[in-house]
């Protein structure tokens, strides 16, 4: 096992060719060390070259009405009137710090997500 830092793309091209072929090793082995191993590594640079962004806020609340089968007149029982869940899903009306809270216990959307600007 030769392992060292991911530095360059081919590196990191060449480190995913390996934990594809010992990625079923037995764990505590010597291949199973290593597949552990490349797979810190891996996640390491990917977080560094390829940075995945929050969601919009209000893509994120669509997204997760669309996974519970809410309807406007659900998210409206969480946040208030019809009209105001209407004016926020069409980004007239910013989500206020008692939504925010509402939403993230709801809906469970992180509140990272849910403070950004939009």
Do not use: C, W
Not at 42 to 70: L, N
Not at 78 to 96: A, D, M, P, Q, Y
């Amino acid at each position: 096992m030769n392992i060292s830092p991911l530095k360059t793309e081919q590196d990191y091209n060449l480190a995913l060719e390996r934990l594809e072929i010992i990625f079923h090793a037995e764990i505590d082995s010597p291949e199973g060390d290593e597949a552990e191993v490349l797979s810190i590594l891996i996640e390491k640079y990917e977080e560094k070259h390829y940075p995945i962004a929050m969601p919009d806020p209000i893509e994120a609340i669509k997204f997760r009405m669309e996974q519970m089968g809410m309807k406007q007149k659900d998210l409206a029982e969480i946040v208030g009137f019809t009209s105001r869940v209407s004016e926020i899903l069409n980004r007239k009306r910013k989500l206020t710090l008692s939504m925010i809270r509402k939403l993230n216990t709801a809906l469970n959307i992180p509140t990272e997500v849910l403070v950004q600007e939009y």
